[in-house]
């Protein structure tokens, strides 16, 4: 495993989980440091393939020499379009480590964290156009509400909106620092460190279109597996959590339940295990960081 760049979460849970075919070709989503990409290799032998994505180019220096690997420099929501570009339909199983690697929340000039002063950036992708100053500087009283609602689920979202909108433009928000003196009077003494985690996991989210990135993939999901194929996302948020749990237990990402013409229910994937899978006290303990993930797997219908 690499652990210097990342520590990848529910490693032989879901190495195990994903790879049932050593020949077939596989995907990871969020190469990062190509932690789980290197356990999936081990279990594959020379015919087998494995197709990795990520857009920040400080992943791509993790890049593996590897006959049976590819890296593809993007987002994972064009994974559709570039399995057409190389005329490959389906796959055998798709594994998706959700969030943020532990070299993004340690890189101070990234902005990621609020423990280290740098500029207020938090792009995955440094050639995206928005950045959270951006967000900060110019989203209006709506928009700024929905993020830290949804995003945050902070307390006090409104008071939180209401004392960033007359800021907005003063050049307040360039820097961690700078953003964190002007919010201070709003930041609870008794846990500072866990509300600003939530105000900045907040702007993450929104500045890298995580939860837009996410819905485009599941929706396309079912169509890039083969039968009895495995999906296995490991969230670390409950909007993350809700989507995959809906598609796995209701056919679509909004939760409602819906039949096809001769009343039946129409459900592409097959939950197993039927909850989700979380780290084990001993993996907390050793990268507390695991501690808020949640694992699940899907088979593909065999009749989808």
Do not use: C, W
Not at 23 to 33: A, P
Not at 78 to 89: D, E, G, S, W
Not at 90 to 111: C, E, F, K, M, P
């Amino acid at each position: 495993m690499e652990t210097t760049y990342h520590i990848p979460v529910l490693f032989k849970e879901s190495i195990a989980a994903l790879v049932l075919n050593p020949s077939g070709t596989y995907i990871d989503l969020t190469f990062g440091g190509g932690g789980h990409s290197r356990g999936i290799l081990k279990k594959l032998n020379s015919s087998g393939r494995l197709i990795a994505f990520d857009k920040d180019t400080d992943a791509h220096e993790n890049h593996i020499e590897d006959p049976r690997f590819t890296l593809v420099r993007h987002n994972f929501r064009y994974l559709k379009q570039f399995l057409a570009y190389i005329n490959m339909k389906q796959v055998d199983g798709i594994l998706g480590d959700l969030g943020i690697s532990s070299h993004q929340i340690n890189t101070d000039a990234r902005g990621f964290a609020h423990r280290f002063n740098g500029p207020l950036d938090m792009r995955m992708d440094p050639l995206s156009p928005l950045s959270a100053a951006m967000v900060l500087d110019t989203y209006s009283e709506k928009e700024l509400l929905r993020i830290f609602n949804e995003y945050g689920e902070i307390k006090n979202a409104f008071k939180l909106v209401q004392h960033i909108l007359p800021q907005q433009k003063m050049r307040k928000f360039e820097t961690v620092e700078s953003f964190k003196h002007a919010i201070e009077t709003l930041i609870p003494q008794k846990d500072p460190s866990k509300y600003l985690s939530q105000v900045f996991q907040a702007l993450r989210i929104e500045v890298n279109q995580e939860m837009t990135d996410l819905q485009i993939f599941l929706e396309d999901a079912a169509s890039l597996l083969k039968p009895d194929g495995r999906l296995v996302i490991i969230s670390y948020h409950s909007l993350e959590d809700r989507m995959v749990k809906n598609l796995f237990h209701k056919g679509q990402l909004q939760g409602r339940m819906e039949s096809n013409v001769f009343g039946r229910l129409t459900l592409p994937f097959k939950a197993e295990p039927h909850k989700a899978i979380i780290p084990s006290e001993e993996e907390i303990t050793i990268n507390p960081r695991s501690r808020s993930a949640k694992m699940r797997v899907g088979i593909k219908s065999a009749t989808q």
